[in-house]
């Protein structure tokens, strides 16, 4: 997604100042991206480095930016590597870092390895989830070395499966809405998100959903055409009010069909069922209890390492404001008499 010059620019200068080569960067989140009740352009930076090797890369940042860790950091680049690799989501966060021009940052490293699995496998669906939705690439996955190729691919493959989740999620319906389709997209990675319960936006996705919505179908309209083209998604008139409708007639071939879309861990427990006759319904249901299982079991990893490696003082400070902006998003419900 695009951004404006001035925002690309100091994400560049931000990231210029860490180690190198990575095989991909992109920025994220409500200062990069409008969300509901958020002001773009304030807040943390959020950022994502793609590495080829985890350790060499948190050997060479340790050497400049010691600071940015935790006492985790004193344990050495070796040990900074195997936490992140062996628990959560194999991703390692360091956050509340100052940055250029007075901003603060949070970036999470990665490897290529790892989010590759993310993304083909949904082995997480931490990183996946977050690329089903509008990210902006400060280091694009094809303007370096030979693992873009494969990223390319799988950033594709892990959109063409958001979108076939995001349909066979909302069955018995065939004909939805725009807004629904891309809620349901968005929404894939919170379902089962442990720190929904206490320490996020209760209204995250349709925050995402409605003002990203532009940015949304630019993405997933061409999408539909080129892999899955027995959908029907009929466009209307900028001027009217009413929204896109996508409609299909969920027979089992099509069912199969968006089916084989997905990873194949979780098609593999979806093709049974559909061969044994079972109903759209209990399809969509088996679908989102599978995916709910494993956003629980990542998000609650994820948590408990991002809480270990902050440090007592970044997590206080982090978790306070993220509970506050849960405490924001349910205090009218609370309140309403």
Wanted: with cysteine.
């Amino acid at each position: 997604a695009r951004m404006s010059e001035p925002t690309l620019r100091l994400l560049r200068r931000i990231v210029g100042s860490f180690p190198q080569p990575m095989s991909a960067c992109f920025a994220y989140g409500s200062a990069v991206f409008e969300q509901s009740g958020r002001v773009r352009g304030s807040g943390m930076l959020d950022l994502v480095f793609v590495v080829p090797d985890s350790r060499a890369w948190h050997e060479a940042n340790l050497a400049r930016h010691r600071s940015h860790y935790s006492g985790m950091g004193s344990l050495g680049a070796g040990a900074v590597a195997r936490i992140q690799e062996g628990l959560g989501a194999g991703v390692y966060f360091n956050t509340l870092v100052p940055a250029a021009e007075g901003r603060t940052v949070k970036y999470g490293v990665v490897s290529v390895d790892s989010l590759l699995a993310d993304l083909t496998e949904w082995r997480w669906l931490y990183l996946a989830g977050r690329l089903h939705k509008p990210v902006a690439w400060v280091v694009e996955p094809d303007s370096t070395g030979q693992d873009c190729p494969r990223l390319s691919e799988a950033l594709d493959a892990n959109r063409t499966a958001a979108l076939a989740a995001g349909l066979l999620t909302l069955l018995p319906d065939n004909r939805v809405d725009r807004r629904r389709l891309l809620a349901a997209v968005c929404g894939l990675s919170y379902g089962g998100d442990v720190r929904m319960a206490f320490a996020e936006d209760s209204g995250k996705v349709q925050n995402i959903a409605v003002p990203q919505a532009p940015l949304l179908t630019d993405i997933y309209r061409p999408l539909a055409a080129k892999r899955l083209p027995f959908l029907t998604w009929q466009q209307q008139d900028s001027a009217d009010s009413n929204d896109d409708v996508i409609t299909w007639t969920a027979e089992p071939d099509q069912l199969a069909e968006l089916i084989a879309c997905l990873p194949a861990p979780l098609a593999s427990e979806l093709t049974a069922p559909l061969q044994s006759g079972a109903s759209a319904r209990d399809i969509a249901k088996i679908l989102r209890s599978r995916l709910r299982r494993i956003v629980s079991r990542s998000s609650l990893g994820q948590t408990v390492k991002s809480a270990v490696t902050a440090g007592v003082l970044k997590s206080v400070r982090y978790g306070g404001a993220k509970v506050a902006k849960w405490f924001a998003s349910v205090a009218p419900w609370l309140t309403k008499r």
